[in-house]
């Protein structure tokens, strides 16, 4: 069945750093893939999506790449700050939106 | 301001009663959305609506029911039924159906005692 899933719970990363977060999916059919960033305590946030037929996208200061062939979705962030400690979110469209897990985003100091 | 808002953040209530989670965006917004959020989980769709007296059941809308009276409002009542009510409710809003930019409000901590 469709499902969207994340390959680590957590990630702890210093303050500066680039992070990467990544992302399983199984439906090939699927649009659009995106990426959502949940504060402690609020809703999430959408961040940057890209279209089935890209392999990569930039925004500002984050850049989601798509890998088809092996059905994996990453999200890097570039110079990681206290503000980017969060939940990230992968989610996939087809007709419908499908989210996965969540992975932590920790920022050492 | 434009955005979405949800009322009460923290709502406790006794088993066997049914309570009413508010959610009102300003965005005029077509589509809206109910999620349950599980700790450790992600989102799981409650109920959506693509348009003002329309509404159709999501992935896990046993035990809720919602209403679509105006194009602002989309409340969601937890009733009785529902077995397992302690959760973070998320409400969100899109500008047509199934956008990949939804517009989430802060969401309601229901806890049942």
Redesign the interface.
């Known amino acids: 069945g469709e499902s ?1 899933g994340l390959h680590l ?1 957590t990630l702890s990363v210093q303050e500066g750093d680039n992070s990467i977060i990544n992302c399983a999916y199984s439906n090939s059919a699927s649009d ?1 893939f ?1 990426w959502y960033k949940q504060e402690s ?6 961040i940057i ?1 890209i279209r089935s037929n890209m392999d990569k996208r930039q925004g500002q200061r984050v850049t989601v790449l798509l890998n088809k062939t092996v059905k994996h979705l990453s999200l890097q962030i570039a110079a990681t700050q206290p503000g980017d400690s969060a939940v990230y ?1 992968c989610a996939e ?1 087809y ?3 499908i ?4 992975t932590r985003l920790h920022i050492l100091p | 301001d434009g955005g979405i808002t949800q009322s009460p953040k923290y709502l406790f209530r006794k088993e066997g009663q049914n309570v009413t989670l508010s959610c009102e965006q300003n965005l005029n917004h077509d589509a809206m959305y109910w999620y349950r959020q599980d700790p450790g989980q992600g989102l799981r769709l409650i109920y959506y609506s693509q348009i003002v007296n329309d509404f159709q059941k999501g992935d896990i809308a046993e035990g809720y029911s919602v209403s679509r009276e105006k194009k602002e409002s989309f409340p969601l009542t937890v009733t009785s039924a529902q077995k397992n009510p302690t959760a973070f409710y998320l409400c969100a809003s899109s500008m047509i159906l199934a956008a990949n930019e939804q517009f989430f409000g802060p969401g309601t901590r229901l806890t049942v005692l």
């Open positions: 969207v719970p659009y995106i305590g609020k809703g999430p946030q959408f999506d979110f469209t007709d419908k939106i989210f996965g897990k969540g």
